[in-house]
Every structure is written in structure tokens, then in C-alpha cells.
């Protein structure tokens, strides 16, 4: 992102501000089959201020990073604010003032690769899928890097300059079976530039080699018995479940809406097994997929804990938020482009792991599934949730039997929760999730694996 000073403006502020200069930077590359289908690289970049007055914001944003464009974007936003607050008089008074300095550049010391060696990597990773699996009908690799960087300076002194990058690649395996297809996707990657995320393609024939003999067993596999079942629900799930069914309820603008976790904090809403935060930035000791030390309002971000041994315990808050329900602001306001107002996010959201082994978890179910992988999926403010499960196994008398086709599960959310009966004591997280309220943004999904009660679909 070209060099800027934002610090030279800060005169211009006449009310609390908010001045943040943003870059988003992408590389895609596809290949279908051997071919490459996609191969771009973007960059999306400006400048954006927010202001606020007495509980009315004013936002403008700019693809320009000039004086001129600066300081019109200022006085377009700070004039927005004063419109609004003439109209709206709202009279909610001051932000909380939480000023910190932060910089966190995960930026690679390895030289970068060009976009010619980017396509080259893609296909030596295909040329081995075709020598190691020929039986395949389909094969596709899907590379992506988003680079966001962000320079922000607020009126109540805080100033923070982040890059965090993440680097992916996913790849789809199709198989015919009886004249249909069945496929199977994996992810790879994660947090980092991509020379840090990989090193080489031979990084993840491990991985597709597992991905391999899970496709080759899904494609003998059953459909499951629709009904409500024990389930083992793995990571993955456990993850998109905390997420998209819990999460989002928790996110203090939606239970100012009406989600249903309002009328639950400080009551049992999980299992005592169940403890669930959005982790800030390090999670056990260890950075977490999608790190913020800062979010777009200033804020130093602090882990969120939303339930504790099965208790509701609080919200995800920007400084509104914290200042309507009289905590203190959570780090939770993020914006995905520079032309986006920063709204309450989740950063990494993960269930706390426990104490048991998943073979114990597995072998302690008489007659139900052990569900690994996750599709898309939906959730509403009433925690009522259903996800797509692409690859799972029977579990008969404590043994993993045959692998079943794609199925859901559904359910709401907080009650599943409190049939959790075992947590896993490992932790895993996933690597490539985004959110798409509003905005897509990256975050980070994950935990334990968990026992539970669950529907799960049929044929």
C-alpha cells in the first residue's frame, strides 16, 4: 500500500473520527481438469472517515489516497455526522475512549513468487493428482491469497498499521459411481503470505492422499437413517456451528435486534462441558487463523467469552454497543473493503476443548455418526441452524462403520449445546472460512470435537 501519514490530517477533526486507509489485495488462479479456467490478481484500495455525533455516524470513503481526496473524505464525513444528528437528535452523548498503538505486519521475508510460478505451482499440484488417482473424473485447484492491509487513526489517539494475509488452496476430487458424481473438497493453508503458507506443492500430497481414501469410501457409502441421532460432530463442524448458529445471536447490533441470546445472558444455555470465545488473536498459545490486535474503531481487541461451563456470559460489542449495555467494547468491529463502516464481527470462534479422547467419544456412541466435514450452511437470531455435511461415517456398537453420501444436520443451536455430553481435549481450526454478513470477511472457525444430539437428513 503506498505510504501515508494519516497522523498529518488529525487537525481536521472536529468530532470523534475515524480515518482508515485500506488495500485489499487478491490472487486467484483455477485450474479445472489441467486447465487453467481463472488466473487474476487485484488490488482495491482508498480511503474511508467516519464521524460520530451524539449517536449519528457519518461515513465517506474515497479510491483516492491525495491530500485533496483525504481531507474532502474528511469533511464529507464529518458533515454527514452533523446532517444526521440535526434530523435524528439522538443525544446518546461519547463514545468509550480506548486509544492503543499497534503494528502486526505478517508480511514474508522469503522472496515473492511472481504470478507465472503461482500457475506453475497449481499445476505441478494437478499433474500429481492425475499421476497418483487416474481414476478420477474431475479435479479442481483453487488458489487464493487475500492480503488486507490497514492504516487507522482515530480522534481519541489510537493509531494501528496490520497486514494479515491468508493463503489457500482448495482442492475438489470428483469419482463416478453408478453413473453419478461424487466428490469431496479439502482446504489447505491458512494464515501467512503464501511462501510462508507453503513451501511446495509436495507440502500437501499428504493430505490428498487422506482426501483420496475418504472420496473412495464415501462413493461405497450409504445414505443416512433420517432422525435424531448421537452424533460425534468433529472440528469442523463444531466449528461452523459456534459460528454461524451461536455466534451471530451473540453479536451485540443483533441482540439489540432481537436475537434470541437477549433474554439468556447470565442463564444456562449450553452443557456445564461448554465453554465458547471469539479469541482475539491467540488462542492456547497460539496465533489464531485470523489474528486482531486492533479492529477499525481503535479498540485493542480482547477475547470475547460468550458462554463459560455452559452459562451465557456476554456479547461481541463495538464502542456503541459497549456503551449501550455498559461493558467495555470488545474489539469486535471490523470492516472487510475501505468502503465498508466497520460493523460487530467475529474473529476466530472456537468451543474450548475438554477432556475426553475422540476414540473414547466414538467408541461410547452404540448407534449414531461421527460427521467430519461441513458445506455451506444457515442460521437465524433464533439460533435454528442447518449445514450441509459432505463427509461422515456410521457408528455401530462403538465402531466406525461405512462412510455416508452428503447429508444435513439440523437443529437450534442452544439446545443441541446442552446435549453435549463429551468435548474432546484437541483443537483444531479451519483455515479458509469467511462471513458473509453483510460483508464477506475472513474469519477463523474451530475446537474440539463434540458428542451430541442432533437431526440428521436421510436419502
Same mark, same amino acid.
Given at each position: 500500500?503506498?505510504?501515508?501519514?494519516?497522523?498529518?490530517?488529525?487537525?481536521?477533526?472536529?468530532?470523534?473520527?475515524?480515518?482508515?486507509?485500506?488495500?485489499?489485495?487478491?490472487?486467484s488462479i483455477l485450474a479445472v481438469k489441467g486447465s487453467i479456467?481463472?488466473?487474476?490478481?487485484?488490488?482495491?484500495?482508498?480511503?474511508?472517515?467516519?464521524?460520530?455525533?451524539?449517536?449519528?455516524?457519518? %461515513?465517506?470513503?474515497?479510491?483516492?489516497?491525495?491530500?485533496?481526496?483525504?481531507?474532502?473524505?474528511?469533511?464529507?464525513?464529518?458533515?454527514?455526522?452533523?446532517?444526521?444528528?440535526?434530523?435524528?437528535?439522538?443525544?446518546?452523548?461519547?463514545?468509550?475512549?480506548?486509544?492503543?498503538?499497534?503494528?502486526?505486519?505478517?508480511?514474508?521475508?522469503?522472496?515473492?513468487?511472481?504470478?507465472?510460478?503461482?500457475?506453475?505451482?497449481?499445476?505441478?499440484?494437478?499433474?500429481?493428482?492425475?499421476?497418483?488417482?487416474?481414476?478420477?473424473?474431475?479435479?479442481?485447484?483453487?488458489?487464493?491469497?487475500?492480503?488486507?492491509?490497514?492504516?487507522?487513526?482515530?480522534?481519541?489517539?489510537?493509531?494501528?498499521?496490520?497486514?494479515?494475509?491468508?493463503?489457500?488452496?482448495?482442492?475438489?476430487?470428483?469419482?463416478?459411481?453408478?453413473?453419478?458424481?461424487?466428490?469431496?473438497?479439502?482446504?489447505?493453508?491458512?494464515?501467512?503470505?503464501?511462501?510462508?503458507? %507453503?513451501?511446495?506443492?509436495?507440502?500437501?500430497?499428504?493430505?490428498?492422499?487422506?482426501?483420496?481414501?475418504?472420496?473412495?469410501?464415501?462413493?461405497?457409502?450409504?445414505f443416512a437413517d433420517a432422525g435424531v441421532k448421537t452424533c460425534v460432530l468433529d472440528a469442523e463442524?463444531?466449528?461452523?456451528?459456534?459460528?454461524?448458529?451461536?455466534?451471530?445471536?451473540?453479536?451485540?447490533?443483533?441482540?439489540?435486534?432481537?436475537?434470541?441470546?437477549?433474554?439468556?445472558?447470565?442463564?444456562?444455555?449450553?452443557?456445564?462441558?461448554?465453554?465458547?470465545?471469539?479469541?482475539?488473536?491467540?488462542?492456547?498459545?497460539?496465533?489464531?487463523?485470523?489474528?486482531?490486535?486492533?479492529?477499525?474503531?481503535?479498540?485493542?481487541?480482547?477475547?470475547?467469552?460468550?458462554?463459560?461451563?455452559?452459562?451465557?456470559?456476554?456479547?461481541?460489542?463495538?464502542?456503541?454497543?459497549?456503551?449501550?449495555?455498559?461493558?467495555?467494547?470488545?474489539?469486535?468491529?471490523?470492516?472487510?473493503?475501505?468502503?465498508?463502516?466497520?460493523?460487530?464481527?467475529?474473529?476466530?470462534?472456537?468451543?474450548?476443548?475438554?477432556?475426553?479422547?475422540?476414540?473414547?467419544?466414538?467408541?461410547?456412541?452404540?448407534?449414531?455418526?461421527?460427521?467430519?466435514?461441513?458445506?455451506?450452511?444457515?442460521?437465524?437470531?433464533?439460533?435454528?441452524?442447518?449445514?450441509?455435511?459432505?463427509?461422515?461415517?456410521?457408528?455401530?456398537?462403538?465402531?466406525?462403520?461405512?462412510?455416508?453420501?452428503?447429508?444435513?444436520?439440523?437443529?437450534?443451536?442452544?439446545?443441541?449445546?446442552?446435549?453435549?455430553?463429551?468435548?474432546?481435549?484437541?483443537?483444531?481450526?479451519?483455515?479458509?472460512?469467511?462471513?458473509?454478513?453483510?460483508?464477506?470477511?475472513?474469519?477463523?472457525?474451530?475446537?474440539?470435537?463434540?458428542?451430541?444430539?442432533?437431526?440428521?437428513?436421510?436419502?
Open positions: 500500500m503506498r505510504n501515508v501519514d494519516l497522523r498529518e490530517f488529525s487537525g481536521l477533526f472536529k468530532a470523534y473520527t475515524e480515518l482508515r486507509a485500506q488495500e485489499n489485495r487478491t490472487v479456467a481463472s488466473n487474476s490478481r487485484t488490488d482495491i484500495g482508498g480511503i474511508s472517515a467516519r464521524v460520530y455525533k451524539d449517536g449519528s455516524w457519518g %461515513f465517506a470513503s474515497s479510491p483516492d489516497l491525495s491530500r485533496e481526496a483525504i481531507t474532502s473524505v474528511i469533511k464529507a464525513a464529518s458533515e454527514n455526522a452533523a446532517f444526521l444528528d440535526s434530523r435524528e437528535k439522538k443525544g446518546k452523548g461519547a463514545l468509550p475512549s480506548t486509544p492503543v498503538t499497534s503494528e502486526n505486519l505478517f508480511k514474508t521475508t522469503k522472496p515473492r513468487l511472481s504470478q507465472k510460478e503461482l500457475v506453475e505451482f497449481v499445476r505441478e499440484i494437478d499433474n500429481h493428482i492425475l499421476k497418483a488417482y487416474p481414476n478420477l473424473s474431475s479435479r479442481t485447484i483453487s488458489l487464493n491469497c487475500l492480503d488486507m492491509e490497514k492504516i487507522l487513526l482515530t480522534s481519541d489517539g489510537s493509531y494501528s498499521h496490520s497486514l494479515i494475509p491468508r493463503s489457500t488452496i482448495r482442492v475438489t476430487m470428483t469419482v463416478e459411481k453408478d453413473g453419478k458424481p461424487v466428490d469431496l473438497s479439502s482446504v489447505y493453508g491458512g494464515l501467512g503470505q503464501f511462501e510462508d503458507a %507453503f513451501e511446495s506443492p509436495g507440502d500437501i500430497y499428504g493430505g490428498l492422499q487422506t482426501h483420496f481414501e475418504h472420496l473412495m469410501k464415501k462413493s461405497e457409502g450409504v463442524l463444531a466449528g461452523i456451528l459456534a459460528h454461524e448458529a451461536i455466534g451471530h445471536t451473540t453479536e451485540a447490533d443483533l441482540v439489540l435486534g432481537g436475537s434470541v441470546a437477549g433474554p439468556l445472558l447470565n442463564k444456562e444455555a449450553a452443557s456445564p462441558l461448554v465453554t465458547l470465545v471469539d479469541f482475539a488473536n491467540t488462542a492456547l498459545g497460539v496465533t489464531c487463523p485470523v489474528p486482531v490486535y486492533v479492529d477499525d474503531e481503535g479498540t485493542r481487541a480482547e477475547d470475547a467469552v460468550l458462554i463459560e461451563k455452559g452459562i451465557l456470559k456476554g456479547y461481541m460489542h463495538s464502542k456503541e454497543s459497549a456503551a449501550h449495555f455498559g461493558v467495555a467494547p470488545t474489539g469486535n468491529a471490523r470492516a472487510f473493503q475501505f468502503s465498508d463502516e466497520p460493523l460487530i464481527r467475529m474473529r476466530n470462534t472456537a468451543i474450548l476443548p475438554g477432556t475426553s479422547k475422540l476414540a473414547d467419544m466414538i467408541a461410547s456412541v452404540d448407534d449414531g455418526y461421527y460427521l467430519i466435514r461441513p458445506s455451506n450452511g444457515q442460521a437465524d437470531s433464533t439460533s435454528e441452524f442447518m449445514f450441509g455435511v459432505t463427509l461422515g461415517y456410521e457408528i455401530k456398537n462403538g465402531k466406525l462403520g461405512r462412510a455416508i453420501r452428503d447429508t444435513t444436520i439440523s437443529g437450534v443451536a442452544f439446545e443441541l449445546l446442552k446435549s453435549v455430553t463429551m468435548v474432546s481435549d484437541d483443537m483444531k481450526w479451519t483455515c479458509a472460512g469467511m462471513c458473509g454478513k453483510k460483508q464477506a470477511i475472513p474469519v477463523g472457525m474451530g475446537g474440539p470435537a463434540i458428542k451430541c444430539v442432533v437431526s440428521i437428513g436421510g436419502r
